[in-house]
């Protein structure tokens, strides 16, 4: 079992940069494939990144790749998003995922047990 806690969403401009936190307790977040996706109004959830268990491998949506980091901090037992250069097409609910492995489809929102509350990105124009 883990618990997420999401927090560092709010109103930005476009072009800056904003960087959500995901803690989680419960289980050390090492343990776990954490990943995070968003949703806008009307539209289906979607993947935006994601780092593995073990060797923390990274991976990134094509729209944010370049833009967005997902770092580690073991230490802290936490995971964030490191938001650059935004856009209006970023503004979304963005929420933090976790799931043990294995792993048959880390992109798809159905592959995750566990979810933050989610916390609002808006990035005005």
């Known amino acids: 079992q883990v618990q997420l806690v999401e927090s560092g969403g709010g109103l930005v401009q476009a072009g800056g940069s904003l960087r959500l936190s995901c803690a989680a307790s419960?289980?050390?977040?090492?343990?776990?494939?954490m990943a995070w996706f968003r949703q806008a109004p009307g539209k289906e959830r979607e993947f935006v990144a994601i780092?593995?268990?073990?060797?923390?491998?990274?991976f990134y949506a094509d729209t944010v790749r370049g833009r967005f980091t997902i770092p580690r901090d073991n230490a802290k037992n936490a995971v964030y998003l490191q938001m650059n250069s935004l856009k209006p097409e970023d503004t979304a609910v963005y929420y933090c995922?976790?799931?043990?492995?294995?792993?048959?489809?880390?992109?798809?929102?159905?592959?995750?047990?566990?979810w933050g509350q989610g916390t609002q990105v808006t990035v005005s124009s």
């Open positions: 419960g289980r050390t977040a090492s343990s776990y494939t």
């Open positions: 780092i593995f268990a073990g060797g923390g491998s990274t």
């Open positions: 995922a976790a799931d043990r492995p294995p792993h048959y489809g880390p992109t798809r929102p159905s592959e995750y047990d566990y």
